[in-house]
Each structure stands twice: as structure tokens, then as C-alpha cells.
């Protein structure tokens, strides 16, 4: 384990907590400023209202790790819903580490606290998205138990698409 990794502390993300909420843009922008993250600025809407919006949406939850009073890491979840197990899931929409944090194990300390919160609500499993071109992420993933989805091997595996409207 990693000095900064014995020093993270992940806690749930209260969206109406003036701190918490800087945090939570400044790594959502950090994010959006990264090529893996689209390469912009989050919008000056997404910044406004993202909080928010966040708070209203049902299901929606959030887990920050923080190194002191330093924020390392984000993590944004959805709870969804598997119609093959007949239990709810948690989508995880986007995973931040700080530049400066990767590598030391902040990505891991959050996707095992993401995984006993769904545990706690009676979820099935977690399903995230990852750039096929973005290895150090899927090695992140896959040290945390992550793998490709496929419901057969020899069918392949999913591909995610989007439509926007």
C-alpha cells in the first residue's frame, strides 16, 4: 500500500455541503480538462446547476477521497436496475483521480467503498464505461475486479453507444 493510499479517507459525498461541493466541480472540471474526459471545461450550466441536479436526481450518489483536507478522488453512481438478476445495480458514471494521486491506490479505495455501499442496498453488481484507448484506467479497473462484459464469450464483448437527442 501506498503512503498517500494509508492516508485516503473515502467518505459519501453530501452534494449540499458548501466544501464538498467545490471539491466535487473542481474534480469534474479537472476531469472534463483531461483528453480521456473530453478535452473542455465543464460548461459554466454543468457548473451552476450540476450539485444541484445531482441532489434532486433519485438514485444518485457520490463518494469523495480526500488526503486531509485535499481532495484525490470522485466517483459519481447511478443506481440502476438488472432485469437478468431482478435486483438493483450501481452504475458508475465517472471516476476522477487528481493527476497528481494516480498510481497510489485513491481509484481502488473508492471502488471498494462504492462496492459495500451497493452491497449495503442489495445491488447485484457495479458496471462502469472506459475509453477503449484508456489503459491505465482499465488496469485501475481490473485490479478492483472489474472486467469486460459478456454474457458469452464466443458473442463477444459489450460495446456501449450512445444516441443524443
Given at each position: 500500500?501506498?503512503?498517500?493510499?494509508?492516508?485516503?479517507?473515502v467518505?459519501?459525498?453530501?452534494?449540499?455541503?458548501s466544501?464538498?461541493?467545490?471539491?466535487?466541480?473542481?474534480?469534474?472540471?479537472?476531469?472534463?480538462?483531461?483528453p480521456?474526459?473530453?478535452?473542455?471545461?465543464?460548461?459554466?450550466?454543468?457548473?451552476?446547476?450540476?450539485?444541484?441536479?445531482?441532489?434532486?436526481?433519485?438514485?444518485?450518489?457520490?463518494?469523495?477521497?480526500?488526503?486531509?483536507?485535499?481532495?484525490?478522488?470522485?466517483?459519481?453512481?447511478?443506481?440502476?436496475?438488472?432485469?437478468?438478476?431482478?435486483?438493483?445495480?450501481?452504475?458508475?458514471?465517472?471516476?476522477?483521480?487528481?493527476?497528481?494521486?494516480?498510481?497510489?491506490?485513491?481509484?481502488?479505495?473508492?471502488?471498494?467503498?462504492?462496492?459495500?455501499?451497493?452491497?449495503?442496498?442489495g445491488?447485484?453488481?457495479?458496471?462502469?464505461?472506459?475509453?477503449?484507448?484508456?489503459?491505465?484506467?482499465?488496469?485501475?479497473?481490473?485490479?478492483?475486479?472489474?472486467?469486460?462484459?459478456?454474457?458469452?464469450?464466443?458473442?463477444?464483448?459489450?460495446?456501449?453507444?450512445?444516441?443524443?437527442?
Open positions: 500500500m501506498s503512503e498517500v493510499a494509508a492516508r485516503v479517507q467518505v459519501m459525498a453530501d452534494y449540499r455541503d466544501r464538498q461541493g467545490e471539491d466535487i466541480l473542481a474534480l469534474m472540471d479537472e476531469y472534463a480538462r483531461d480521456f474526459g473530453g478535452g473542455e471545461p465543464m460548461s459554466d450550466f454543468c457548473r451552476e446547476h450540476l450539485l444541484e441536479r445531482l441532489a434532486e436526481f433519485p438514485g444518485a450518489f457520490s463518494v469523495l477521497a480526500y488526503d486531509g483536507d485535499r481532495a484525490l478522488g470522485l466517483v459519481n453512481c447511478f443506481m440502476g436496475f438488472s432485469t437478468f438478476a431482478c435486483r438493483p445495480l450501481v452504475n458508475i458514471h465517472d471516476v476522477v483521480v487528481s493527476a497528481a494521486a494516480r498510481g497510489a491506490g485513491v481509484c481502488t479505495a473508492m471502488l471498494d467503498f462504492v462496492a459495500r455501499e451497493a452491497k449495503s442496498r445491488c447485484c453488481k457495479l458496471t462502469l464505461e472506459v475509453l477503449e484507448k484508456n489503459l491505465p484506467a482499465q488496469t485501475a479497473y481490473r485490479r478492483s475486479g472489474f472486467k469486460p462484459y459478456a454474457l458469452d464469450e464466443e458473442l463477444g464483448t459489450a460495446q456501449f453507444w450512445q444516441r443524443y437527442i
